[in-house]
Each structure stands twice: as C-alpha cells, then as structure tokens.
Nanobody, 115 residues
C-alpha cells in the first residue's frame, strides 16, 4: 500500500499562487504514476495534472500554462505549483498514486480562490 501525505492548500486571492506537496510512503520510482485531481462543489472529480515514473507530464486544458507538476527525488515529493489562480480553481485537491494497478488517494487539501 501507499500512503500519501498532502500539504499546501489554503485561501488565496485571484491571480495568486499556491504550491501543493504530496509525499508518498514509498519511493516515487516504485509508483507507476502520480497526479493531482480536484473536485469542486457539485462537480465531478477531474484530473488536473499527472506525472509518470519516467517524468512525463500531462495537464488538463484548463490549467495548461498556469500549473506545473514536478517532483523532487531527494525529498521523494511531488508538487503542484499553481499560478494565476482563478475562482474556478476552487476545489478540494487530492494526490493520487497508481502502483501496479492499485489506486491510492491522499486525504485532500482545500484550495479556495477568492477576494
């Protein structure tokens, strides 16, 4: 099993930035891929950004050019840098890991973009 510990959510004004962190209980290299999902009130959960074991990344169209997913091998942590935040980015963001076909989720961290 993989435990995922997230941090970094909060309240930010439109146009601001936040950085989310996700630390898995296993080495990043033992996990097939990781990513960030979000779920806004009344909406379905959606993939925001993903990163594979090989380092390839993908993004939802709505966040391309504003969000960046990355990893720090030494810290065994995956990050989601969110810039130019918009009110529509408000959601609970959850870290996800896929290890050998099994899916694991973090507890979720709330991001609120409001003036």
């Amino acid at each position: 099993q993989v435990q995922l510990v997230e941090s970094g959510g909060g309240l930010v004004q439109p146009g601001g930035s936040l950085k989310l962190s996700c630390a898995p209980s296993k080495s990043i290299f033992s996990i097939n891929d990781m990513g960030w999902y979000r779920q806004a009130p009344g909406k379905e959960r959606e993939l925001v950004a993903g990163i594979t074991r090989g380092g390839s990344t993908n993004y939802a169209d709505s966040v391309k050019g504003r969000f960046t997913i990355s990893r720090d091998i030494a810290k065994n942590t995956v990050y989601l840098q969110m810039n130019s935040l918009k009110p529509e980015d408000t959601a609970v963001y959850s870290c996800h890991a896929n290890e050998r076909g099994s899916a694991y989720w973090g507890q979720g961290t709330r991001v609120t973009v409001s003036s």
